[in-house]
């Protein structure tokens, strides 16, 4: 039953988007308000097909039908509900049936959207005043409905997971094969769809920019509705993009939390394109610039999704952790260059933006920071999806694969990190209008002060790597120059208000998310970076081999292995290492590195023993042991992680930020107007 | 061309130099060539240079001590081996038959010494064995 429940309404699901697309292709073409109606109502359809797949795959997951290999290959009898519904997204068909369900709500959504404030709707079926509207919207609906079909029909012909298999017996007498042991842990539950929302997102303002292309809007309007989506999607790719760090940090037991594979790479490039774009959608709304720039800049983020997918789905490059090489690149490659070719044409061809930029002042100025922080952000893009792609491109040149290591990302990426963490702590004192090199130096007095003070005492307190220091000045000039800024107006808003501290506060705050919001996703980038500095400049690393009652020093601790043992627990056999550790100051704790062996799989898989501070993590792996008779030696690894828990912390700040700046203002911003007595009214208007 | 231009032109060519300069510095310490096994018996100029070989653990002769950091094994291409002597800690994906990814450099006797050993076995993110389909317990 669940079969052809699956298979029937992914194909339905394929043929109401194409339908769809056609529907709002005639729309364009023709002004017609009834195919526009029609699109909708396909794509609506599509979207609810779509659903149906993902809740027969949800149902054969949950109900153990392991006729359906994808549900052998990823689920077991014995795992736990909530592994079972991340099992949906372990393997390749899964997750991108998983991308095609987001894409197919966002679509929905934005079809809501359309039709609460649609021109047409409201002049009774008629064009409405706006044809640029009209055909914009038309356009916009029938982008999202090819990307829809085209995911749909990859599942469907590429990577369908509701193929069946004959089962070797009845009952339960069969079992899958359960899910990775690495796979079963709550961040993996998380990081996927987190992920792949934030992909699907960026599809949305990449509709938008081809349907103004098409329309030929010569206003900004448009790059206003991009906004909220591109702040929701790039929220949602960075708090992916961190949960996946912490998993490679608790899960891997290498002892970091990056580094430079292929599949992280993916990830990061349209990371920093969106970063790049929100900063300059901005230009383009107040000063009326940077048009194509930013016209480039959405396309590219939307390709650098969809080669994000490719990578990480088609293993075209060798990484550690690639789905195998599989018929689904070939799609990949053909639907992101028509997607290429046909946004590259309707730029140069159509030339929407005959209308020149405004000419700007670039300079010691907002406009020129602007400027300076997209560059780099292109630069580190260009860098990385060229580093990334080296092993392919090198083939060409040398007749061999070169791969690039993570000295190469370090050496080039990081210093561009560095430059474009001085010009976020520089933000708040950034004006629009002239460039003044003196007024910004005046407005940096204090922070710069500060930085000074801040880099003299830690030099003093014996702090001479040359990158943490400029980290640390770095840093301190940032947050002294925000709550500086913050100071400041609000002295002069209850200097000129007289109104009380308090309410002058919240109303400063609240009468601007977007300055305050940002300013806080750049605190929280700023802790992240220090976590990064602080964790990769001062790790230090050893690996031991001890026998029980032996003990070793490390970074200031005494570790003593005070036994090996073995455990049964669940699904799995634990041999678990019992360590204890005396820190300088006193502090005792006890530690339990362990490998689990899992009966579904041959593998084992260490957990780590982690114990975490705001100052150092100290994390430890069992590495090996030898059995009592042959010596009985244990292999332990230890490392010690300086700051590195400032990277989960501003990973949150970083969220609260970019949820206050997505979020309206919350407080009134006027005391209501007093009732007036009725009488009063009355003589007002005269009656 | 105005003074802005000018201005401009000039800091942008300052960081073009900058960056490729770091570029340059970057490929010369972090580029490692990326070979199969058959490539790299085949052709000696790779054999006194840090290289990363790409080959399955042979099945035979395999000795990993995890408690003394140490696994001794032959890495198989199609038609030619290399012994290879890894130190470190021993990942859990690793065992005979499995596709690793060593990085290293080849010793006076011949012997490939590595200190990074990458698994990846793809079977663990898709595999069709119908076998064990069946409940062993």
């Not at chain 1, 909708?40 to 149906?52: C, D, F, K, S």
């Not at chain 1, 579904?600 to 430890?620: C, F, H, I």
Request: glycine content about 10%.
């Amino acid at each position: 039953m669940i079969e052809p429940i699956g298979t029937y309404s992914l194909s339905l699901a394929v043929v109401a988007a194409a339908g769809g697309v056609l529907a709002a292709i005639m729309a364009f073409r023709f002004d017609s308000h009834a195919a526009l109606v029609w699109a909708r109502r396909l794509m609506l359809a599509g979207a609810g097909l779509t659903t149906l797949a993902c809740g027969a795959l949800m149902a054969a997951i949950i109900n153990d039908h392991f006729e359906f290999t994808y549900v052998a290959n990823y689920s077991e009898r014995a795992l736990p509900i909530g592994y079972k519904i991340a099992a949906f997204w372990a393997g390749q068909a899964g997750s991108l049936l998983l991308w095609a369900w987001i894409l197919a709500a966002m679509t929905a959504v934005l079809i809501h959207n359309q039709k609460g404030s649609d021109p047409i709707s409201r002049s009774g079926g008629k064009m409405g005043s706006d044809p640029f509207c009209f055909r914009e919207r038309a356009i916009t609906l029938a982008v999202m409905g090819g990307v829809n079909a085209f995911f749909a029909a990859l599942i469907l012909f590429a990577a369908n997971p509701f193929i069946t298999q004959p089962l070797p017996g009845t009952g339960t007498a069969v079992d899958g094969h359960g899910l990775n042991p690495m796979l079963q842990d709550p961040g993996m539950i998380a990081h996927p769809p987190t992920l792949f929302i934030g992909y699907a997102g960026f599809t949305v303002p990449f509709a938008m920019l081809i349907g103004a292309l098409a329309a030929g809007r010569k206003d900004d309007a448009w790059i206003l509705a991009t906004r909220k989506w591109l702040l929701f999607a790039w929220l949602f790719l960075s708090v992916g993009i961190v949960l996946g760090a912490q998993w490679a940090y608790i899960e891997l037991g290498w002892g970091g939390y990056w580094a430079w594979d292929p599949v992280e790479n993916a990830s990061l490039l349209p990371w920093l394109t969106g970063t790049a774009l929100l900063h300059s959608i901005m230009v383009q709304q107040y000063r009326k610039s940077f048009r194509v720039w930013n016209a480039t800049l959405i396309a590219g983020t939307f390709l650098l999704c969809i080669f994000g997918t490719y990578l990480t789905r088609s293993g075209v490059i060798q990484s550690v952790h690639t789905f195998p090489e599989s018929p689904i690149g070939r799609f990949f490659l053909a639907f992101m260059g028509v997607c290429l070719v046909g946004t590259v044409i309707l730029i140069v061809a159509r030339r929407p933006y005959r209308l020149s930029d405004t000419a700007l002042e670039i300079g010691f100025n907002r406009e020129g920071a602007f400027l300076a922080t997209n560059i780099l952000l292109v630069l580190m893009t260009a860098t990385v999806l060229v580093g990334t792609i080296y092993p392919l491109i090198s083939v060409f040149f040398t007749g061999q694969p070169v791969s690039v290591g993570p000295p190469f990302y370090n050496k080039v990426v990081l210093p561009m990190a560095l430059a474009l963490l001085a010009l976020m702590a520089m933000g708040p004192a950034l004006t629009y209008g002239p460039s003044d090199a003196k007024r910004l130096f005046m407005r940096l007095r204090l922070p710069l002060a500060g930085a000074t003070a801040a880099t003299g005492v830690a030099w003093v307190m014996g702090l001479r790597e040359p990158w943490s220091l400029a980290v640390t000045a770095i840093t301190v000039l940032g947050i002294v120059n925000v709550f500086n800024d913050m100071l400041v107006t609000w002295w002069k808003i209850m200097r000129a208000t007289k109104a009380n501290p308090v309410s002058a506060m919240t109303r400063m705050i609240d009468d601007n998310h977007r300055r305050y919001g940002g300013q806080l996703v750049h605190l929280g980038m700023m802790m992240l970076m220090v976590g990064v500095a602080g964790s990769s400049l001062f790790n230090e690393k050893t690996t031991v081999q001890l026998k029980p009652g032996e003990s070793t020093a490390f970074a200031g601790y005494t570790m003593t292995l005070e036994k090996l043992g073995e455990e049964r627990r669940g699904n799995y056999t634990a041999v678990q290492a019992t360590v204890h550790l005396a820190g300088k100051d006193g502090v005792t704790n006890t530690l339990l590195p362990e490998v689990r062996y899992y009966d579904k799989t041959e593998q084992p898989n260490s957990q780590v023993a982690l114990e975490m501070g705001w100052k150092r993590d100290l994390y430890v792996t069992l590495a090996g042991w030898e059995s009592p008779e042959n010596g009985g030696t244990v292999a332990l690894q230890a490392i010690i992680n300086p700051l590195v828990s400032w990277i989960w912390i501003g990973g949150i700040v970083l969220t609260v930020g970019t949820i206050f700046a997505m979020t309206p203002k919350l407080l009134q911003q006027h005391p209501q107007p007093q009732t007036i007595p009725a009488s009063q009214t009355e003589f007002a208007t005269g009656k | 061309m105005n003074h802005m231009k000018v201005k401009l032109l000039i800091a942008g060519l300052l960081v073009g130099v900058a960056l490729t300069y770091l570029a340059y510095a970057g490929v010369q310490k972090g580029w490692v060539y990326y070979l199969q096994v058959d490539q790299f018996t085949q052709d000696t100029q790779y054999h006194s240079q840090r290289v990363r070989l790409c080959g399955k653990v042979g099945t035979e002769n395999v000795v990993a001590q995890p408690a003394q950091l140490t696994a001794t094994f032959s890495l198989m291409g199609d038609s030619s081996q290399v012994p290879v002597v890894y130190r470190g800690v021993i990942p859990d994906l690793f065992k005979p038959g499995c596709e690793v990814v060593v990085e290293g450099q080849l010793d006076e006797q011949g012997v490939f010494q590595s200190n990074v050993l990458m698994t990846k076995c793809a079977s663990k993110y898709s595999g069709d064995h119908i076998e064990r389909l069946e409940n062993k317990s």
